[in-house]
């Protein structure tokens, strides 16, 4: 019965490096989401897979940001030459696939806090 | 753009004292959600309301969706310290059953 979970749960790293953050859905749960929250913010949409799709990046804040989901289940968001901007705490949420038009309930992991130096 | 206004942005009472935070739009959302986050974890879903003028109650805390589906309230009851955290607020996008908007949060502290 593990929620999501995500690692590491802490990275630093320098402006200009490359990162990548790891989310482990619960296990049956098709859909997946990445989140980014700020500082004083709420968490920010970023990107949605439903099995191994990208089925909406429109948050993706530039060319910058990638994820992936090779195999339906753990996902990797990557990202390209940091930037100080990028801190945040990067969430991760899966749910179940209900059929269209129906809320599903996202279930969170504790996130991801990066700091960019 | 949907926008979700919370406030207060923050409030800090005393144990055993009632409080009311709020969530307001201008947009009209299919339903919204409420969520606690505690300092380094995800959010933790709380409720969802669906029906204009509902009201669901989950112990002390009471949440109310407005009957034009654009506002919610929660209501807690007899604060403890354990109700201390981020209340946030969400719906889904005008369009969308899955992408979120949240609000900036509600930040409550609970004193002993």
């Known amino acids: 019965g593990a929620g999501v979970s995500q690692t590491p749960s802490n990275k630093v790293t320098e402006k200009g490096k490359y990162v990548e953050l790891r989310c482990d859905p619960i296990?049956?749960?098709?859909?997946l989401y990445w989140y980014r929250q700020s500082l004083g913010q709420g968490p920010e949409f970023l990107i949605y897979?439903?099995?191994?799709?990208?089925?909406?990046d429109s948050g993706l804040p530039n060319d910058r940001f990638f994820a992936v989901r090779p195999e339906g289940s753990v996902s990797t968001l990557k990202i390209q030459r940091t930037e100080r901007g990028d801190s945040a705490v990067y969430l991760c949420?899966?749910?179940?696939?209900?059929?269209?038009?129906?809320?599903?309930?996202?279930?969170f992991g504790p996130g991801t806090r990066l700091t960019v130096l | 753009t949907q926008l979700l206004e919370q406030s207060p942005q923050f409030l800090s009472i005393q144990e055993g004292e009632n409080l009311t935070v709020y969530c307001n739009s201008s947009s009209v959302f299919s339903s919204l959600q409420w969520y606690r986050q505690e300092p380094g974890e995800g959010p933790v879903l709380l409720v969802t309301v669906v029906t204009g003028g509902e009201v669901k109650k989950l112990k002390r805390l009471t949440f109310q969706f407005g009957d034009a589906r654009k506002d919610s309230s929660l209501h807690i009851t007899a604060a403890q310290p354990g109700d201390t955290g981020l209340y946030l607020c969400?719906?889904?996008?005008?369009?969308?059953?899955?992408?979120?908007?949240f609000g900036k949060g509600t930040l409550l502290t609970v004193n002993p």
């Open positions: 897979f439903q099995g191994t799709g990208a089925a909406d």
């Open positions: 969400a719906g889904p996008r005008k369009g969308s059953n899955y992408k979120l908007t």
């Open positions: 296990s049956g749960h098709t859909a």
């Open positions: 949420a899966s749910s179940l696939r209900l059929p269209s038009g129906t809320y599903n309930e996202q279930f």
